[in-house]
């Protein structure tokens, strides 16, 4: 998958979310190549607080150029789950994960930065901040029983390349709240960076 294949997956998506006034934020692999170490990846994750009331719209923006279920669009919502598209010209995947309102979730999409995917792109998207990208790859990281390697990686990857720029303090309090500081402390020491017990 390459950049540009990326893009053109992505930009009817997230051009159709912004005309209906949905808010989001691309996470997955795409998020820790911006802040961290870049990497290939087999699809796309995306965050949105989408409601059911915008399907009709959605389908008729992408069904032209996506492989798009209405059914599982629906029950996605109703069940705060997930649902994919796939692109037809590139067979890129998207997973959107629908909004849960859990307390981290919520202020990932509060601390969100718009940046772009490559640097002479005019366009900018949202992501989350390198911080809640590390949170957020913890938990993937540890509800896989920490056994991916991909994920570890994509951790270490953007704390060595954000370094001293990080906060320190919310990151060990989400660690805290989320019973991940032993992850985080052997993250940080494998980066190359000492954190504070």
Do not use: C
Request: aromatic residues 10%; without cysteine.
């Amino acid at each position: 998958m390459t950049t540009p294949d990326i893009i053109s997956a992505l930009n009817p998506v997230i051009e159709t979310f912004e005309k209906l006034n949905v808010s989001y934020y691309i996470g997955g692999s795409v998020a820790s190549s911006i802040y961290g170490m870049a990497r290939s990846t087999l699809d796309v994750d995306i965050v949105t607080d989408i409601q059911e009331f915008h399907v009709p719209l959605l389908m008729a923006h992408l069904q032209e150029e996506y492989y798009i279920d209405e059914d599982m669009i629906k029950e996605a919502i109703q069940h705060h789950a997930s649902f994919n598209l796939i692109h037809l010209a590139t067979a890129i995947k998207i997973d959107v994960f629908i909004y849960t309102g859990d307390p981290h979730q919520q202020k990932t999409f509060e601390r969100r930065l718009q940046d772009r995917i490559v640097e002479n792109q005019d366009k900018k998207y949202f992501f989350p901040s390198p911080e809640d990208i590390i949170i957020i790859k913890l938990q993937w990281f540890e509800m896989g029983k920490r056994i991916s390697e991909r994920q570890w990686l994509d951790i270490i990857g953007v704390i060595k390349l954000q370094g001293k720029a990080l906060d320190l303090q919310y990151l060990q309090s989400w660690g805290t709240k989320l019973g991940l500081n032993d992850l985080l402390l052997k993250a940080f020491k494998e980066a190359g960076f000492e954190l504070e017990k």
